[in-house]
């Protein structure tokens, strides 16, 4: 009888050993998942996120993923091909990265606005020229105030987007088609522009506003067909994903949106001060939504003050890109994004 006692709390003891290891680990897998769920650095989209920006006494840098890689000078825009990062931008001349190799831009300096890759090629809009790799390219057209500020590449023809001024209309949004330029409408406004293009199947896609300050309306066109979005005072990129075609911009609050088709998407801002939140650029991938960006954030050295955090969203979700502690500044931002 004492010999089965003694079996019966051998076996006792160790059922309640292995509930308290199974207890243990239960709770560890929590707590991982707990932290995995509230770092919100951590990317879970499956997919390779880049961002070019800007940060105060560092200049230009780019991050791949978490990983911050310094430039120096001013940089605008982030294109990734063939395993290499190509950026745009300004430090001394007109100038590009690859990888952090700088080619200069020939021509007088002005700050480039976009970059495209293309077969190996190196596409880059200025205000109111583009450059071939780094030959300069004149548009050859005879209107005044020209300024680009997209470009978008097929094979070899080159596609850019932005506006115009002449004495009778202030702005005219139009594309280039090589040196052709196509003027799109405005409705009954003399006042428009262009702020991003998008081909696809030789359809030409823009977007961008119509209409007088503050009172802008957001549109897309197609070739030259106008879609107004409704909500929204100014759509700033376009892209299309999966026969969808997507936008992006401001809405009549000046709060951040995105627009699948027509209807409109609020990016969540919630804990935030909407004034501070910028979109910068977005890209659209299986469906999944990626926007660049900067929040206001308090400072915690100085609660009476506060500074722009770069970061970007996957769909509604917040990640904030690593910056040095001490550089805390209303000069920090991030200007692109590109999604592999």
């Known amino acids: 009888m004492k010999k089965s006692l003694i079996i019966l709390k ?8 292995h509930l308290l290891n199974l207890s243990v680990l239960i709770l560890f897998i929590l ?8 770092n919100n650095n951590n990317n879970n989209s499956g997919y390779t996120i880049y961002s070019v920006g800007y940060l105060h006494g560092i200049g230009a840098c780019y991050w791949n993923g978490n990983t911050r890689t310094d430039l120096g000078g001013d940089a605008t825009s982030i294109f990734v091909s063939n395993g290499h ?16 190799t700088k080619v200069n831009l020939d021509g007088t300096p002005q700050i480039p606005t976009s970059i495209f890759v293309s077969n190996g090629n190196v596409y880059i809009a200025g205000h109111s020229c583009y450059w071939v790799n780094s030959v300069r390219r004149e548009l050859g057209d005879s209107v005044n105030g020209v300024s680009i500020r997209s470009i978008y590449v097929v094979d070899t023809t080159v596609y850019l987007a ?7 209309i202030y702005s005219v949004p139009c594309y280039w088609v090589g040196k052709t330029r196509v003027d799109l409408p405005t409705g009954n406004s003399a006042f428009g522009g262009v702020s991003s293009i998008y081909v696809s199947n030789g359809i ?8 007088d300050a503050p009172n802008n309306n957001a549109c897309y066109w197609t070739g030259i067909v106008k879609t107004d979005l ?3 005072s100014n759509a700033s990129y ?3 994903d999966g026969g969808t075609i997507y936008t992006a911009g401001t809405d009549v609050k000046a709060n951040p949106c995105y627009w699948k088709g ?3 998407i609020n990016l969540d801002i919630k804990g935030y001060s909407s004034y501070g939140i910028d979109i910068a650029s977005f890209y659209v991938k299986g469906g999944t939504f990626f926007t660049s960006g900067t929040y206001y954030k308090p400072d915690p050295n100085d609660m009476g003050n506060g500074f722009n955090f770069p970061c970007y969203w996957i769909g509604n979700t917040k990640v904030d890109l690593p910056i040095p502690v001490t550089n805390y500044s209303y000069s920090n931002q991030t200007f692109s994004i590109y999604v592999e």
Do not use: H, P
């Open 10 to 17: 051998l076996k006792f003891s160790f059922i309640r050993e």
């Open 162 to 168: 932005g506006s115009y001024g002449n004495s009778g």
């Open 85 to 100: 990062i190509y950026i745009a931008g300004l430090q001394g001349a007109s100038c590009y990265w690859k990888d952090t």
């Open 230 to 232: 409704s909500g929204g």
């Open 238 to 240: 376009i892209t299309m």
């Open 204 to 211: 030409v896609y823009t977007c961008g506003y119509y209409g």
């Open 31 to 38: 707590l991982v998942n707990g932290c995995k769920k509230d």
């Open 262 to 264: 027509t209807s409109k």
